[in-house]
């Protein structure tokens, strides 16, 4: 009987150049628990929350501190990738698959893959309809 090392790299022939199955890696379509996180905590924020502070309200903010006049302090996180996930959450939380082009392009930019935006409307979508079923 022949021993045939399979371990090895293909000879030359048909599949000479093509990829092997094990150097292909496949994006992950779910999200880590802190990502998950960042979207549990994102629930509460409001499309307000994605915009620019204003000049007065930085001076404001500055002069008096964070909450000044009942506005909340910064929500925005100090990682890119995991700011993207947060505005794309605010975005689902408050209108469902009505997200703009220009923050789907960011999200996934941000090195997120759409399976993993899938995941995250369907888990957003999900939690919705128990909070409309209990209400």
Do not use: C
Request: glycine share 8%.
């Amino acid at each position: 009987m022949a021993y045939v090392d399979f371990s090895a790299d293909p000879p030359l022939g048909p599949t000479a150049g093509a990829p092997r199955h094990d150097a292909i890696s496949p994006r992950r379509s779910s999200l880590t628990a802190l990502e998950w996180s960042v979207v549990a905590l994102s629930r509460r924020d409001t499309l307000a929350s994605l915009d620019q502070p204003g000049r007065l309200a930085t001076a404001l903010g500055t002069v008096f501190g964070p909450g000044f006049g009942g506005a909340r302090s910064n929500p925005r996180l100090a990682d890119p990738k995991l700011e993207a996930l947060r505005r794309m959450a605010v975005w689902s939380w408050r209108r469902g698959v009505g997200v703009p082009a220009s923050e789907l392009r960011a999200f996934l930019a941000a090195g997120f893959s759409a399976a993993q935006h899938e995941t995250l409307l369907a888990s957003i979508a999900a939690a919705r309809s128990r909070a409309e079923a209990g209400a």
